[in-house]
């Protein structure tokens, strides 16, 4: 009675989908389990909803009315989801099982729903379980007044005044989209600055917009309690109380729990960090022959894209194990769609501290506001392409960029770095004019600048610092 | 009498402006001759009022008061051709002169300025003096109603009934933001699609915008007359004529006419063809020894930025001629501000049809409808990548973006085309989710999909057509 499958893919989410699709494709017999819906966060609480949300509340006049913004959200939601749930259970040689799994053996599933379980079992078994919000207990809060990014989609009456928690990611996305629907919006945040992940230049342009747009911000600052009666929420900044007023409702986007409780990693030991999460090789194979992970579960990808590129390098690996596979992942740029977009791609902060001399790293700041002519025609207040690259060599370590197009211009940059495209050669290109992508040959053209007329010192600063660490 | 400079530039627009900043930057005593306005057409009559207008028509919304916008992009205007002009006639080095330049010798110009002529000589003299709107004479039609790119920014009240002659990038750029302004648009023009310098397929989308916002368009139509006491101009299409009403202005913008005539090239035998221009080498050389041209007058540069970019070969070459300067111009891609946007890059379909054989080509379409998630989510109808690559390598030779980030993304495409990057990696690359970018990926993937499985036929074809032409 137990049936057999080439791959089993546990998780119906971006990462998921595209492994089981793939191996499908390829004519191998697939198992998809889903327990909740199909298309996983994204289409259904992540980034379909909310880039639909940005789209429309960028669009947004007054005279419309906001709460028809949010049905229409969910009308598009709701048609993208009906479209992959149909897909996937129609495609050739995969099979699609609703129900939560659980390991009871390294290739050994039991996939209960309703109360039913039955076992199937794999050659490969794909983890794509993904990740929940992170919850807290905020004393005296009623249950119908918060929302988490699961459940904000579903919402259909604009808030009059919407608390935010948290300054990530998810909080700035939706601070943006709900202040320009005419919602009062106050963050709030442990954090000492918006998009703590992000370069500190990029987290001031942020909070400088923020400001603009009169959304409140307070930092360093917890939350106390709530007295529904009066609907104020108190929270704490070091010994300061501050007092939020007119609550309508309270979004907890303060970060992410992964999904592994159930899956009884621990019976088949599969190696888990308690931080870091399920531990992966870099093509996705855990310390178990035959069980890979992507995705949220795994360190190193938090978005939909790095999760399916994972899951491309999974299908290679199984259905090509002959073929060359890269001994590093990609590099996964990363954006915010906040309003302006923050984009970057290459070496974070403390991964430069840990590889590079700083005598070795030239960093270049260009703001469009005043080097370029399309900020000026754009009126644009605050944004800018840093780069830091390698003196001398002109090869780039990170780029970071704060603009209304940044998530598009930023591939720019994952190719530069990948080809290890230095910016003479960059120098060398010809931008449309008037864009913002100009700014990039200001780069390449500070760079020169500001490097070759000190070629003597900049040539012994890259002896001294070049082997200096590493 | 006669003043002496390391080299004249005549002619203040963009390419005229880089090369003289950039040679009195680097200590040489350079002259700047206008006739008209300090920043040429970009400052004054094209870029910069163009996209303030397109920028400010976009956030316009009901109620707002379209005279407004006009005045605000006049102010805009006026205020950076302040700056430049304060810039050019402060500038060390530089020395700032009024007037119209004619050739006396190859190296000695005249210059008239009220009346009063004097004579200057240079080791180089760069001919920047751009390009002016083409006129047609339409019978009947006043001169106040008639509009080109050179009086559009002046104007202050929007025209209810706005007749645009011409279909090419200025006219679709003023036919979409002015109709945004609520102004009625009509489009007629002797070509037989918009945007007759791009693939037919930029075309179809752009024709199908214009037709969603209601911007009527004739084609193959030329204007018969005007009558001014009922306001109709008529025009012909074929044998049929066709009457439009109410019309408040006429903007002509069917094509450019080089600067050219004052200058006395003739005088001093600097080879001119009569269709293409001042004829230069690829580092903006004439035939005469130390006459350069730059920008609108040469054969191969319309655009502000390939107009600086030989502006800067040109300072390469006359202040470091012993620096290594590539043979070949750079690649010039082209951006037009429509909505959506056009922007390509790499070999045009004449030039493609000229060097390669069909049968090695193979074409690759993502519309960002219904392939990229970011379509939807932004509700796009009309928007595609075209990407035109050599079977087998996957090397590009043309790409084709219309939308609504278009002139952002291509750059991509001008890195990925003159560091001869592959699709297969560009495939590789991780592009951030949910983005029209994220559509380079599904180019690279459609590419491989639809060669690698018949890689016996491509190899064949590859070396059947490898060296059929070229």
Avoid: W
Avoid at 260 to 266: F, H, I, Q, R, W
Avoid at 291 to 306: E, K, M
Wanted: glycine letters at 8%; charged letters at 20%.
């Amino acid at each position: 009675m137990t049936e057999h499958f080439s791959t089993i893919v546990i998780g119906a989410g971006s990462g998921g989908m595209t492994v089981a699709i793939g191996m499908a494709g390829l004519g191998r017999k697939v198992a998809l389990i889903e327990g909740n819906h199909v298309g996983g966060d994204c289409t259904n609480v992540g980034c379909v909803p909310s880039k639909t949300l940005i789209h429309l509340a960028k669009n947004f006049k007054q005279g419309m009315n906001p709460d028809e913004v949010l049905q229409e959200v969910i009308r598009k939601r709701d048609a993208l989801r009906d479209k992959e749930t149909e897909e996937v259970e129609h495609l050739d040689n995969l099979t699609f099982i609703r129900g939560m799994a659980k390991f009871t053996a390294p290739r050994t599933l039991s996939v209960t729903h309703d109360g039913v379980s039955r076992e199937i079992t794999a050659d490969n078994i794909v983890i794509a379980t993904g990740a929940r919000p992170r919850m807290i207990d905020i004393p005296g809060l009623p249950k119908e007044r918060v929302l988490t990014n699961e459940s904000l989609f579903d919402l259909t009456n604009s808030p009059k005044h919407l608390i935010i928690v948290g300054a990530g990611v998810i909080a700035l996305e939706m601070a943006f989209a709900f202040q320009k629907l005419g919602t009062q919006v106050t963050m709030f945040a442990l954090d000492s600055r918006p998009l703590m992940t992000a370069i500190p230049e990029a987290s001031e342009a942020i909070q400088a917009e923020l400001e603009r747009k009169r959304i409140s911000t307070h930092y360093n600052a917890s939350a106390q309690n709530f007295d529904e009666s009066t609907r104020t929420l108190t929270i704490k900044k070091g010994e300061q109380l501050i007092t939020l007023h007119h609550v309508d409702k309270v979004l907890v986007a303060i970060g992410r729990v992964r999904n592994l409780e159930s899956l009884g990693l621990d019976q088949v030991q599969v190696k888990v960090d308690a931080r870091l999460g399920i531990l992966v090789n870099s093509y996705g194979e855990t310390n178990i022959k035959g069980v890979y992970a992507i995705g949220d579960v795994t360190p190193t990808s938090a978005f939909t894209h790095s999760a399916n590129a994972q899951g491309r390098r999974v299908v290679q690996r199984i259905a090509f194990p002959f073929l060359p596979i890269a001994k590093k992942e990609p590099i996964f740029p990363n954006a915010t769609f906040s309003d302006p977009e923050v984009a970057a791609v290459g070496l974070t902060e403390k991964q430069l501290a840990e590889y590079c001399h700083p005598g070795i790293i030239k960093r270049i700041r260009v703001d469009f506001k005043t080097h370029t002519d399309r900020g000026y025609t754009d009126g644009i207040e605050n944004g800018f392409i840093i780069v830091d690259a390698v003196r001398l060599t002109g090869h780039i370590l990170q780029a970071t960029i704060v603009g209304a197009r940044a998530s598009e211009m930023i591939s720019f940059f994952t190719l530069a770095i990948s080809q290890k495209i230095s910016l003479y050669k960059i120098y060398r290109l010809v931008y449309p004019y008037p864009t913002f992508s100009s700014g990039i040959l200001k780069v390449a053209d500070f760079f020169m600048r500001e490097t070759l007329p000190n070629l003597g010192k900049e040539i012994a600063a890259y002896v001294k610092y070049r082997f200096a660490k590493a």
